[in-house]
């Protein structure tokens, strides 16, 4: 447990009190004494992110109690974290009878929360009887057998759902019975976002794992998918792989799929195909994958004559006193990079090694100097996929550019460091960072490329909302 505390009176009055954290709750302890001067701020057990998240643990009771108020600045890239523990105590002064706003409180730090239904397995969607199959090659090359038409499915996170919406619309969500969590906290994410689109799903989906987690057995066979596909992503594959005797047993099929894989526009082409071929619909997946795959066009074409490639240096989830890990262009964010023209700085030292496909690669500091790459892209930082759907906000901190040298790069003094939403390399928009991207390192060659046009395209032709359901870009600015 974490204790911003400053010497504390014989009597104190101590208020408990939560409120949702990036993990679940997050339960404080306020200590104030009658005059309202607030003694100490304990956070109890949580589950948030460590380092990131634990971050924010660390430091925001502290500043709490020396500023005397919950006008706090937010520790980057754990807004979530910071946002619980000034909520939490925020309701610890009302449940005592104070007024949070005259601590500072500000509505742009509520968290509000749409309602969610827990899992009723009554609930469920029934089946309709099934009058053909199909057998597919899922992309481990695995021959699967579904019977057809599929009455439900589940998916190993909710960001798989992505792929099914352009597909089916609304009965993406009237389809699902099961999803895993992410480390982004896509299981409660997609459901404020998508609950009052399409009404309240969540009462007929089961979580079925935690994050880069074994898959719950047992909450699968209450739900009852007919298919259970599998992205790539957190080991989940092996996980699925582990359970699929038992699932094969049940009538339950596996499909695995790979996005970004390690050919970021042939993978979500192939995954989409999948897709359109077992939900029946493959004219709409062959118009889905032939948008997505012009603006790829588009960019390759570009590149061709575009000249030197920058030196590009990528990181996640970095601050100045942590260093994240790192992509080569086998794995991750550098397939993106790669696809826009960059010349990952990250490549010389790692691809050949036994980990250039991993996306946990922590390279040597010094070597970030010595390279003093034209452009640095960052993600994990500052917001995430769907952070921004109840949190906008002023400014960003990037708190990465403190680190002893970094002043000096060239790409901080061109101001040429950028983040993007997390996890849209892995995911059905990563078509957008690549457009972007490209745009940054080819400022001349893609002057009339506007890829934020080419994103409100997609979501207005495929999607059940608008492009302003994330933050997807966000440049520095000192």
């Given at each position: 447990m974490e204790e911003a505390s400053e010497t504390i009176p014989e009597t104190p009055l101590q208020l408990t009190a939560s409120?949702?954290?990036?993990?679940?709750?997050?339960?404080?302890?306020?200590t104030i004494d009658s005059d309202g001067k607030m003694h100490a701020v304990e956070v109890g057990e949580n589950e948030e992110t460590q380092d990131i998240g634990t971050l924010a643990i660390e430091k925001i009771p502290s500043m709490?109690?020396?500023?005397?108020?919950?006008?706090?600045?937010?520790?980057?890239?754990?807004?979530?974290?910071t946002k619980g523990i000034v909520n939490a105590v925020a309701n610890a002064l009302e449940a005592g009878g104070y007024s949070a706003e005259a601590y500072g409180f500000k509505d742009s730090m509520k968290i509000e929360m749409v309602s969610i239904s827990a899992f009723d397995a009554e609930m469920l969607p029934e089946k309709v009887p099934t009058t053909s199959s199909i057998t597919v090659n899922d992309v481990k090359g695995r021959a699967v057998t579904i019977d057809l038409p599929i009455s439900t499915y589940a998916i190993s996170t909710m960001d798989v759902i992505d792929f099914i919406i352009p597909l089916k619309g609304q009965e993406a969500f009237d389809m699902l019975v099961g999803s895993g969590q992410d480390g982004g906290g896509g299981f409660q994410k997609y459901a404020q976002l998508y609950v009052p689109v399409v009404g309240d799903y969540m009462v007929?989906?089961?979580?079925?794992?935690?994050?880069?987690?074994?898959?719950?057995?047992?909450?699968?066979?209450?739900?009852?998918?007919?298919?259970?596909?599998?992205?790539?992503a957190m080991g989940a594959h092996r996980y699925a792989l582990e359970v699929e005797p038992q699932l094969t047993a049940a009538g339950i099929q596996v499909v695995l799929i790979d996005v970004p894989g390690k050919?970021?526009?042939?993978?979500?082409?192939?995954?989409?195909?999948?897709?359109?071929?077992?939900?029946?619909?493959?004219?709409?997946?062959?118009?889905?994958?032939?948008?997505?795959?012009?603006?790829?066009?588009?960019?390759?074409?570009g590149i061709a004559n575009a000249g030197d490639a920058p030196t590009v240096y990528y990181e996640k989830s970095g601050y100045a006193e942590i260093y994240g890990p790192t992509a080569t262009s086998m794995s991750g964010w550098g397939l993106p990079i790669n696809m826009a023209g960059g010349k990952n700085i990250a490549d010389?030292?790692?691809?050949?090694t036994a980990t250039a496909g991993g996306a946990g690669n922590t390279i040597d500091p010094e070597y970030v100097l010595e390279a003093?790459?034209?452009?640095?892209?960052?993600?994990?930082i500052n917001d995430g996929w769907l952070d921004a759907i109840n949190d906008e906000k002023e400014t960003y901190a990037f708190d990465i550019v403190n680190r002893i040298g970094w002043q000096s790069l060239?790409?901080?003094?061109?101001?040429?460091?950028?983040?993007?939403?997390?996890?849209?390399s892995r995911s059905i928009f990563a078509f957008y960072p690549t457009m972007k991207m490209a745009t940054l390192f080819y400022p001349d060659t893609f002057s009339e490329l506007d890829p934020e046009a080419a994103l409100d395209v997609f979501f207005d032709r495929f999607m059940l909302t608008d492009s302003s359901i994330s933050t997807w870009f966000i440049p520095y600015e000192e």
């Open positions: 409120a949702p954290g990036y993990h679940g709750e997050l339960s404080v302890t306020l709490i109690v020396e500023a005397q108020s919950l006008d706090v600045d937010v520790i980057s890239g754990a807004t979530k974290t007929h989906v089961g979580q079925i794992s935690d994050h880069n987690a074994p898959f719950d057995l047992e909450m699968i066979l209450a739900t009852q998918p007919d298919v259970l596909f599998v992205n790539s050919d970021l526009k042939n993978s979500v082409s192939s995954t989409l195909k999948l897709l359109g071929d077992i939900f029946e619909v493959p004219e709409r997946a062959e118009e889905v994958a032939g948008y997505i795959n012009d603006q790829y066009a588009i960019i390759e074409e010389e030292i790692l691809m050949g003093d790459p034209d452009i640095i892209v960052v993600s994990g060239h790409a901080i003094e061109e101001g040429k460091l950028y983040e993007f939403a997390h996890s849209t």
